[in-house]
């Protein structure tokens, strides 16, 4: 089991940018995707990022052009970076590590097994 914790979130207005952290307590291989999730309120978790190794990365169609997803092995850590914020884009947001090696660029969170508790996010318009 990997262990995951969220940082980063908060409060900012449309148009303003945040950078999410995720400490692993280690990374799994770099055959299994991590990724970044989000909760709105009343709404299913749906897939916002995901990366495997250096450059193999997804991203849903309304955070592409916006948000950017990387990693620093050094420092076990998954970061996503969130510019041009929408009022929409407030939720709660997760990072997760796969179940599986290879499985995860669809974007599923039933593809994911391992979450971290989540940073809340809020876009003020």
């Known amino acids: 089991q990997v262990q995951l914790v969220e940082s980063g979130g908060g409060s900012v207005q449309a148009g303003g940018s945040l950078r999410l952290s995720c400490a692993a307590s280690?990374?799994?291989?770099?055959?299994?995707?991590m990724g970044w999730f989000r909760q709105a309120p009343g709404k299913e978790r749906e897939g916002v990022a995901v990366i495997r190794g250096v450059d193999m990365t997804n991203y849903a169609y309304s955070v592409k052009g916006r948000f950017t997803i990387s990693k620093d092995n050094a420092k076990n850590t998954l970061y996503l970076q969130m510019n041009s914020l929408k009022a929409e884009d407030t939720a709660m947001y997760y990072c997760?590590?796969?179940?599986?090696?290879?499985?995860?660029?669809?974007?599923?969170?039933?593809?994911?097994?391992?979450w971290g508790q989540g940073t809340q996010v809020t876009v003020s318009s």
């Open positions: 280690r990374f799994p291989p770099s055959t299994y995707y």
């Open positions: 997760a590590a796969a179940s599986q090696p290879w499985i995860g660029y669809n974007l599923r969170p039933a593809d994911f097994g391992n």
